[in-house]
């Protein structure tokens, strides 16, 4: 069994993005030489998730959407976590659109089902942060 791993590393220009990185996970997997086995791209910061979704705009305006109703930005002290830090809401965004994804790979390439692409969604960026990918098999 052959192991790989990769640090992708993100620093947006907003507080909040989302990024197809799937591009940069199949250069990874391209680097690897694994043909048969799974990929795990996980989020390394507790305010940042990687999710499959659909690339389409749209759909990306609703989800800033939707996750601002759930847990909006401001104001910062409604939330017990701000004190030191403002950022209480993007741990809660991170905790709905989870912390990682698990491809399978077949035939060399990411398994996928139709649209499904693989996202980094960024909720306390401005900073550099790290994604985690990490394939096994052969
Ligand atoms: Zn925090």
Known sequence: MKSYRKELWFETKTRRAYINITPQVESCLKESGIKEGFVL?????????VFINDDESGLLRDFEKFLEKLAPEK???QYH???FEDNADAHLKRTVMGREVVVAV????LDFGPWEQIFY???DGKRKKRVLVKIIGE
């Open 106 to 109: 077949t035939n060399g390439k």
């Open 75 to 77: 104001p910062y002290d």
């Open 81 to 83: 976590h701000n004190g």
């Open 41 to 49: 791209v996980n989020a390394m910061h507790i305010t940042a998730s």
């Open 121 to 123: 969604g960024e909720f």
